[in-house]
């Protein structure tokens, strides 16, 4: 079974740090592009940082500067280092993940998406 385990969350004061680690694990293939969003309450969710096979990323304005999304291929795994926190990062961060599964001696994309992890960023 396929699935993207989170973790790193947690309460932090204005201006602190956190990190988060997504791994994904299962019968993989091949991993393409992974990235990051999250979702304030009464908000949509939003594309926080994304980043391809290759290493190219892409970042939200309001994150640019203080945010770095990462990945280690050998370990499938993703990583969004975040700094100078503020309070409107508040927020449940997923990980997603563009996987390509084997199927029937075909290789298939599917989406996948974490279960979220809280984010708190409050004095």
């Known amino acids: 079974q396929v699935q993207l385990v989170e973790s790193g969350g947690g309460l932090v004061q204005p201006g602190g740090s956190l990190r988060l680690s997504c791994a994904a694990s299962?019968?993989?293939?091949?991993?393409?592009?992974m990235g990051w969003y999250r979702q304030a309450p009464g908000k949509q969710r939003e594309l926080v940082a994304a980043?391809?096979?290759?290493?190219?990323?892409n970042y939200v304005d309001s994150v640019k500067g203080r945010f770095t999304i990462s990945r280690d291929n050998a370990k499938n795994t993703v990583y969004l280092q975040m700094n100078i926190l503020k309070p409107e990062d508040t927020a449940v961060y997923y990980c997603?993940?563009?996987?390509?599964?084997?199927?029937?001696?075909?290789?298939?994309?599917?989406?996948?998406w974490g279960q979220g992890t809280q984010v708190t960023v409050s004095s």
């Open positions: 997603n993940a563009d996987l390509g599964i084997r199927e029937s001696g075909e290789v298939r994309s599917y989406d996948y």
């Open positions: 299962g019968n993989i293939f091949s991993i393409y592009a």
């Open positions: 980043i391809t096979s290759g290493g190219s990323t």
